[in-house]
């Protein structure tokens, strides 16, 4: 005799599962919902000491990407893979905004360049990101674990027009999911305030609505992604010439009206990078990342020049070298995909004057060489004891 293992009504035994589970949620014993509380506030705690310790590299990168230009994601998840396991031998990590990005072929492809150019074996590794303000360089270097480094900072007029406020939410995990105790620290002569004690929940409660969002549809959660380290790859085009001067004058405004509010405070933070670089035996070289001056004027609505002097007198203060790639990279209109971002064809002209200039550095700093390399535009003076570029090079002739 056949037997039904179909419901009452015939539903199923694993429909019947469903509606249970899903009745769940309609309970109101109070006793219930103190459970639920508890336990959804015990996954919430676990979520956020899974990010600040870096376990989440047990699942690849591309499953938790938003996009494929998740820069954010991306840095957070490399910051927990160079705690794992740190890079051997000498490194230079690259900072800046997404101009800096773009401003390389590839990591692989600079490290074989410094080589050539007499820089030694050096490891490449990028945290630049789309938008990096200063502070958010700050506590990816505060991440980073210890070793034979070198930071190259990079600078440009936008990387002094971000506000506090907008960087108050670093303390949180907005926009980056990384803890900075020395962000920390600063947050209240910087924002007036320190963290809140919930930590990075609000960071990752942004990322996880965001998350649902981007992925709601093709490729649905949970695929993985691959992450791209250009917004404009090989082969594409940029803007007409036209459509990059269509709004120039608006974005000369902003950025020379943003300037003038916010670059004290980008100053300070700057200072501060350099003072966490010193203490942590960090060597430094400052400098600029390219724009289109064919297209908005070499000076920037005068930004450019103001920055640059305050940047020089800095680095002078403090020791390191300030470099100017753009002043030999003999760069045109074409160049670019914008007003900031270099295309393919930009890039090999760029990184050259980059990776020489770099080097230049290393040598000067190293007593290596005898005269100031071309496009510095501050040399440092000899730094008392504190940190230098001679520890990222190899023994040799």
């Known amino acids: 005799m056949h037997v039904s293992t179909s419901g009452a009504d015939g539903r199923g035994p694993a429909r019947s599962r469903r509606e249970s589970f899903a009745g769940g949620f309609c309970q109101r014993n109070p006793l219930v919902l103190l459970v639920a509380v508890l336990c959804a506030g015990l996954i919430i705690l676990v979520a956020q000491q899974v990010f600040m310790r870096g376990a989440f590299t047990a699942v690849s990168e591309g499953r938790f990407l938003r996009i494929t230009n998740d820069d954010y994601i991306h840095l957070a998840y490399k910051l927990a893979e160079l705690k794992k396991d ?14 800096a990005m773009e401003s390389i072929v590839s990591q692989r492809s600079l490290a074989q360049q410094l080589e050539r150019d007499g820089a ?14 200063l502070a958010a360089t700050l506590a990816l270097i505060d991440n980073l674990p210890p070793g034979q480094v070198a930071l190259a900072v990079g600078l440009t007029p936008m990387r002094f027009t971000t506000s506090p406020a907008e960087d108050s939410g670093l303390l949180e995990g907005k926009p980056i999911l990384v803890h900075s105790p020395r962000l920390q620290a600063l947050g209240p002569s910087l924002y007036g305030r320190g963290s809140r004690s919930w930590g990075l929940l609000p960071g990752m409660f942004d990322y996880a609505g965001a998350y649902i969002r981007e992925r709601a549809n093709a490729p649905f959660w949970g695929v993985r992604i691959p992450y791209a380290h250009h917004y404009w790859l090989k082969g594409e085009h940029g803007a007409l010439p036209l459509a990059k001067r269509r709004n120039v004058l608006a974005v000369l405004a902003r950025d020379q009206r943003l300037y003038e509010q916010n670059a004290d405070y980008n100053f300070e933070v700057l200072r501060e990078v350099l003072r966490l670089a010193q203490e942590r035996g960090f060597a430094v070289v400052l400098w600029d990342q390219p724009l289109n001056g064919s297209a908005a004027g070499p000076d920037w609505a005068g930004v450019v020049p103001a920055y640059r002097k305050r940047a020089e007198a800095l680095a002078r203060e403090a020791g390191v ?36 200039q770099v080097t230049d550095a290393i040598l000067l700093l190293g007593g290596g060489a005898g005269a100031v390399p071309q496009g510095m535009g501050s040399p440092a003076p000899a730094p008392e004891p504190g940190p230098s570029l001679s520890p990222i090079l190899p023994a040799g002739p």
Do not use: C, M
């Open 86 to 99: 740190p890079p051997q031998g000498p490194t230079l990590y690259l900072f800046g905004g997404s101009g």
């Open 321 to 356: 070298p300030y470099i100017h790639p753009g002043d030999i990279a003999d760069l045109e209109d074409a160049d670019f995909a914008d007003l900031f971002h270099l295309l393919d064809r930009g890039r090999l002209k760029w990184q050259p004057s980059f990776s020489e």
């Open 120 to 133: 030694g074996k050096v490891n490449v590794i990028s945290l630049a990101a789309h938008r990096e303000s």
